[in-house]
């Protein structure tokens, strides 16, 4: 290994805050719990996780965006999400709804279960000022799309988006070639159980544990990360760590930043304030969802 190659360090933990958002859904925020806890390009990091129908079953009814992309990743339940296009996806346990709102869409995501358990997650990727007014673009990924990797040392990953690169393999997801190039792995390690991944030293890169613990870092100087709580990473070149004596199951989140500004305004994410203002009146006026217009020629 090169001399400049360094394991990351676990920099500083976002503990996930319980709220709720859409009509009532009971959740788990860490990133975006508030807007100092970005980590550019990644603008919010939702776990929602219950066996209870009263904290899930009224949903996300119909609602806008603008200006960054939204990606569901169900791990157990069955949710429809319908959009102004005519979109419908029917999302069951394993599956991914990678969404990018551009310039507008107005959609909901609704329970289809009235009983056990709903767990997932959805996370905001902004997109870069290029691309925030380009048309709703929209992707469901059934589960048999996404792979699913056993590892030598026990445990497996399933690769969402990026590429999984372990020893001797480099596996694709689905996703591949957005501009913030997004490393999406879902990853369930035995007790004690190492894990290496490379990162590109120039991009921002968190861990959200959902079971068990990590211990974050090279192993003589590895920091604790626990249940519920997202890792932002320092630079390096590399994740390693160990999961804890109970195991542990985390996302790991790698994508590069876009170093420009952030405004938002609820479900609208823009550059300037303007902008902003100008996403209101759209909705407002029904704009943020017509149809752009086509160039004759
Ligand atoms: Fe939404």
């Known amino acids: 290994m090169a001399a400049s190659g360094r394991a990351r360090a676990l920099q500083k933990i976002v503990e996930a805050h319980p709220t709720s958002d859409g009509a009532g859904v009971k959740l788990r925020r860490s990133l975006g719990r508030s807007q100092m806890e970005r980590l550019d390009p990644f603008l919010m990091?939702?776990?929602?996780?219950?066996?209870?129908?009263?904290?899930?079953?009224?949903?996300?009814?119909?609602?806008?965006?603008?200006?960054?992309?939204?990606?569901?990743?169900?791990?157990?339940?069955?949710?429809?999400?319908?959009?102004?296009?005519?979109?419908?996806?029917?999302?069951?346990?394993?599956?991914?709804?990678?969404?990018?709102?551009?310039?507008g869409i107005v959609h909901s995501e609704m329970p289809q279960q009235e009983q056990g358990r709903m767990r997932g997650f959805q996370l905001w990727i902004n997109l870069p000022a290029r691309e925030k007014m380009k048309p709703?673009?929209?992707?469901?990924?059934?589960?048999?799309?996404?792979?699913?990797?056993?590892?030598?040392?026990?445990?497996?990953?399933?690769?969402?988006a990026g590429t999984l690169e372990i020893p001797g393999r480099s596996v694709p997801g689905p996703i591949q070639g957005l501009s913030t190039d997004p490393l999406y792995l879902d990853v369930e390690l035995p007790a004690l159980a190492s894990f290496t991944h490379p990162v590109k030293s120039d991009y921002n890169a968190f861990i959200y544990v959902f079971e068990g613990g990590a211990s974050i870092g090279p192993p003589s100087a590895g920091k604790d990360l626990a249940t519920h709580c997202a890792g932002v990473l320092a630079s390096g070149d590399r994740v390693e760590l160990r999961a804890a004596s109970e195991g542990a199951r985390f996302l790991l989140l790698a994508a590069r930043p876009l170093g420009e500004p952030v405004v938002q305004y609820g479900p609208f994410v823009m550059n300037t304030r303007e902008e902003i203002e100008q996403a209101i009146r759209d909705y407002q006026s029904g704009e943020l969802t017509r149809a752009p217009a086509v160039a004759a020629r």
């Open 45 to 103: 990091l939702d776990e929602f996780s219950s066996f209870d129908p009263n904290d899930y079953i009224a949903g996300f009814p119909a609602h806008p965006h603008r200006g960054f992309e939204t990606v569901t990743y169900l791990i157990d339940g069955h949710m429809l999400h319908e959009d102004h296009l005519g979109h419908r996806g029917d999302l069951k346990s394993g599956a991914v709804q990678w969404m990018s709102a551009g310039r």
């Open 136 to 160: 709703a673009s929209y992707r469901d990924i059934s589960p048999d799309e996404i792979p699913s990797v056993e590892l030598a040392q026990g445990g497996r990953v399933k690769a969402i």
